[in-house]
């Protein structure tokens, strides 16, 4: 197995780990039990305040770097052979702005390991969205988390999750624990996104000028929809990171196109 192959898995399970640590965060503070709504960067401010905080952050950072990696190959390397269409690149242009938001989350988790939460992570973004076009960029980005909050609902309900996870090697019940969780990850973070699509387009079409994030989102279901269903968008979150994690163990990755 090459070690490209292993990096690449290093990083579906590192993004496994993000999700379930968000969700378990976001579930107990549903529920009165602590925690905090939190989306990828709270998660990270989390860990930076346990003991062994540091070493967690530098392993997940580098496991993300992995996903990075992952990433960039299927837009560079192509390994499924996507055709050279509207289709073909619309896939790998998702794929580098995938690439892009878990560079960041790396990022932020390195420099936070290594002691530095000041400075805006988002302060370039944030120069951009006060300008004169920060409401077109709202609009755009809001449409774009549209599409990928439709397009999380269809893999959802047509079981194409499925497709990027050899279930040769599996028994029974961990097929069964693929098809549940990858179902039910994918419509929590469908809906998320689409709350966030929501939330960014009515901020841009409003002047606000504002992109809405997982906690922003979390909070909309807290106050609109009460903390029973946040707590089940929550657990949604954990099961979407449990998807990860098995598709981390057994990853459809042709070993030919990752020497």
Known sequence: MSKKKNFARFGMAAKGAVYCLI???????????GGQKAGGKGAMQYLAQ????????VILGLGLLGYVFWRMYQVFANPKGFDDDAKGYGKRVAFFISGL????????????AFGSSSGSSGGMMGSLMSGSNGDTIAIIIG????IKAIYDLYRAYSNKFREEVEEAG??????????????VGHTARGAVIGLMAYLTLRSGLSSGNKISTTTDAFSYIQSEFGSVVLGIVAIGFVAYGVYMLIKAKYPAISVASLR
Request: charged content about 15%; glycine content about 12%.
């Open 101 to 112: 938001i878990y560079a960041g989350f790396s990022f932020y988790a390195l420099k936070l």
């Open 50 to 57: 346990q003991s062994y905080g540091q070493i967690m952050l």
């Open 170 to 183: 599996m028994d029974r019940k961990e097929q069964k624990t693929l098809i549940n969780a990858g179902k």
């Open 23 to 33: 969700g378990v965060l976001t579930a107990l503070a549903a529920f009165g039990e």
């Open 143 to 146: 449409i774009g988390m549209a």
